[in-house]
T-cell receptor, first 114, second 110 residues
Framework: NAGVTQTPKFQVLKTGQSMTLQCAQD?????MYWYRQDPGMGLRLIYY???????DKGEVPNGYNVSRLNKREFSLRLESAAPSQTSVYFC?????????????FGPGTRLTVT | GENVEQHPSTLSVQEGDSAVIKCTYS??????FPWYKQELGKRPQLIID?????GEKKDQRIAVTLNKTAKHFSLHITETQPEDSAVYFC?????????FGGGTRLMVKP
């Protein structure tokens, strides 16, 4: 049971390049999330997927797109990277069952855009 | 949408002292309040949580209290140890949405 995994761990992009961050979870969780964390700051929600086949915008969705490929996988795409997107990106998943929650974060992807 | 404010942003205590971190939220429909600990370079880890139908929850040296009327909740760490040094985040949850506070950097001096 690997929990939540993310690839890559580190990435350097030039302005205007595109890339996809991958996230997978093997805990059969329904909801998956993408956050960004800027230095010394909290986590801001980019997009989330409450269940397979659905995605919704979070607080800071501009410049990003997502795909919930299946129940396990939720990817985040930067179509044209900008220096303002330099950040650490965390994927997370939550299994909700009634009033019970199980929440887990992936190890993060450290992205630098030059 | 939900707005979560967290105070203080930094907190320095002597080993063995208690630490208290406070959060307020704006949306009365939020019903689940987790707390996360994040060590440098690591992912956030859930340390304790509380649901809106409970006023207090304790787990060893960590406790969380919730005042639904005032819309605030607090994390209490007793007998702090150097390994408690980290950034702590509160969050308020409504449905599937978590909104995080800005974080508190706790430093425990030996």
């Amino acid at each position: 049971n690997a929990g939540v995994t993310q690839t890559p761990k580190f990435q350097v992009l030039k302005t205007g390049q595109s890339m996809t961050l991958q996230c997978a979870q093997d805990m059969n969780h329904n909801s998956m999330y993408w956050y960004r964390q800027d230095p010394g700051m909290g986590l801001r929600l980019i997009y989330y997927s409450a269940s397979e086949g659905t995605t919704d915008k979070g607080e800071v969705p501009n410049g990003y797109n997502v795909s919930r490929l299946n129940k396990r996988e939720f990817s985040l795409r930067l179509e044209s990277a900008a220096p303002s997107q330099t950040s650490v990106y965390f994927c997370a998943s939550i299994r909700t069952s009634g009033s019970n929650y199980e929440q887990y974060f992936g190890p993060g992807t450290r992205l630098t855009v030059t | 949408g939900e707005n979560v404010e967290q105070h203080p942003s930094t907190l320095s205590v002597q080993e063995g002292d208690s630490a208290v971190i406070k959060c307020t939220y704006s949306d009365s429909a939020s019903n689940y309040f987790p707390w996360y600990k994040q060590e440098l370079g690591k992912r956030p880890q859930l340390i304790i949580d509380i649901r809106s139908n409970v006023g207090e929850k304790k787990d060893q040296r960590i406790a969380v209290t919730l005042n639904k009327t005032a819309k605030h909740f607090s994390l209490h760490i007793t007998e702090t140890q150097p390994e408690d040094s980290a950034v702590y985040f509160c969050a308020a949850t409504k449905g599937n949405m978590l909104t995080f506070g800005g974080g508190t950097r706790l430093m425990v001096k030996p």
